[in-house]
């Protein structure tokens, strides 16, 4: 998760959409963690915003930390005004909540466990020629030995 989360980080642009899907305990949090630490380059405690929704890193450009547990329908989504930063990067947990409120260009990480909980499973899927070249990037730099 943390040489995945540098590598995203390194290769995130202004206005990038990275969403997160995956049951309870997988490590989204996780992953947003060692993106946000790789892009601001200090140690930051990195929690989920449960309760807060969006948690905002004043990093340039604006990091959008979101998390969407709570929420239950994509109209209550429409209220926090998410993806209103053109030049902010988003970073949003539990994206399947998005619904028709998805954005067009997009990289999708899907984390799941084995079914002995022993290792995760990562899908990458990028939605637009910026994405695919982050998702590129992952794949080269993830597997150098």
């Known amino acids: ?10 290769n995130l642009f202004p206005g990038a959409k990275i969403l997160l899907y995956g049951e309870l305990g997988t490590g989204k949090t996780t992953l947003v963690s060692f993106i ?6 200090q140690k930051i405690n990195v929690t989920s915003p449960t309760f807060s929704l969006i948690k905002v890193y004043d990093f340039d450009p604006v990091v959008y930390h979101v998390d969407l547990y709570r929420l239950t329908e994509p109209y209550e989504i429409e209220y926090l005004d998410i993806f209103s930063d053109p030049k902010g990067i988003y970073l949003v947990e539990w994206a399947n909540l998005l619904d028709y409120l998805l954005p067009e260009n997009r990289l999708d990480i899907y984390i799941s466990y084995d ?26 730099l993830f597997y150098e030995v």
């Open 1 to 10: 998760m943390k040489k995945l989360g540098l590598i995203i980080s390194k």
């Open 115 to 140: 079914i002995d909980y022993n290792f995760r499973n990562i899908e990458i899927d990028a939605k637009g020629n910026d994405y695919k070249k982050i998702e590129d990037n992952i794949k080269i």
């Open 36 to 41: 946000i630490n790789g892009l601001s380059h």
